[in-house]
């Protein structure tokens, strides 16, 4: 009884910490999208319909993540279908922020404005960086 006492506590224990991880990721996050991204994909995560795409339930947002990361260091010049609809304004790099600010950043939006997915970690964000040299 002991042992499973013990175990339930530190997967109870582990799934705390990964909230509490998830809620400062999502918390940083949150500053930088009203730093950064905000007047472009406005407050609600909208976009600007054929401009700026939106970043709710798009399968940008919602898919690989490598793909959104390497947007998000890299701009974006092309004009793209996401989800049926052409936007065509540039995205600006972000090499400025460092991996941690743009895996919180990512976090966020991809567990904002509707969206429910797998947070971002500054390991994928190194990994997407280094892949570019």
Do not use: W
């Amino acid at each position: 009884m002991k042992k499973t006492v013990l175990v339930l506590f530190f997967i109870t224990s582990a799934a705390l910490l990964k909230a509490q991880s998830l809620k400062a990721s999502m918390d940083r996050g949150q500053k930088v999208y009203e730093k950064v991204c905000l007047s472009c994909h406005m407050a609600d995560g909208g976009g600007v319909p054929h401009l700026n795409p939106p970043l709710s339930q798009t399968s940008y947002v919602l898919g690989d993540k490598s793909k959104i990361i390497y947007i998000v260091l890299h701009g974006m010049t092309d004009r793209i279908p996401i989800d049926d609809e052409f936007y065509s304004n540039n995205m600006a790099t972000h090499t400025d922020l460092n991996d941690q600010q743009i895996a919180d950043v990512l976090t966020y939006v991809r567990n904002s404005f509707g969206n429910k997915a797998s947070a971002v970690t500054a390991a994928e964000v190194k990994a997407v960086r280094n892949k570019k040299k």
